[in-house]
């Protein structure tokens, strides 16, 4: 679900950009800042780099499973959804500083004006997914640079983005529970 929720967001950017930045290029790419030898990945110059820099539990959400309706009475127990927030950050490559700048300023504004996805309001919005929202989070100096330190690259122009909530449910029963039926109001009662 992750793959699936960051590629859409990802059109949905590159969509944008071309829109309100005159680009005829998909300037925007889902990619990590460094190879798994750390080295730096080749052909970011000239990008603006999507990197998942963190996943956090959502704390607001309920942990408890749902129980459904199962085929022949009674209830599926399931375990809860893992509720998620993604943290992206969001990082300018290119050549010219004033360059980075500017389509930084372009993935801001397009966070800006959509803060918020839905079916309703995207086409391609992914199936298994009810809500998307995307909130800028605030970060250090100092976190800024344990963050690019992490990822074993030099610092450019970026921003942090906070994406709630990406649900993951598996489906899987652990038990199916009986229905409740009405009590016996003749139990105990002589005859």
């Known amino acids: 679900m992750i793959d699936k929720t960051l590629s859409f ?32 990945v080749p052909g970011l110059t000239g990008k603006l780099i999507l990197t998942l820099v963190n996943i956090g539990k ?16 009674g209830y599926v127990r399931g375990a809860a959804p893992l509720n998620l927030n993604l943290y992206i950050m969001v990082s300018a490559s290119f050549q010219n500083y ?32 009810q809500k998307l929202t995307a909130e800028l989070v605030s970060i250090s100096t100092q976190e800024i640079n344990n963050l690019w330190g992490i990822h074993g690259a030099k610092y450019l122009p970026s921003a942090v983005f906070k994406l709630r909530m990406i649900t ?24």
């Open 168 to 191: 993951l449910q598996q489906g899987w029963a652990d038990a199916v529970v009986p229905d409740v039926l009405k009590p016996d109001t003749n139990v105990g009662r002589g005859a």
């Open 98 to 129: 004033l360059d980075s700048l500017r389509m930084l300023s372009g993935a801001l504004g397009f966070f800006q004006g959509r803060p918020g996805f839905d079916a309703q309001s995207c086409a391609n919005f992914p199936p298994n997914l």
């Open 9 to 40: 967001l990802l059109d949905e950017l590159n969509t944008y950009l071309s829109l309100h930045m005159q680009s005829a290029e998909k300037v925007a790419v889902l990619s990590a800042l460094s190879s798994m030898d750390g080295s730096l």
């Open 58 to 73: 959502e704390a607001a959400a309920p942990s408890l499973g749902i129980p459904t309706k199962a085929e022949g009475g």
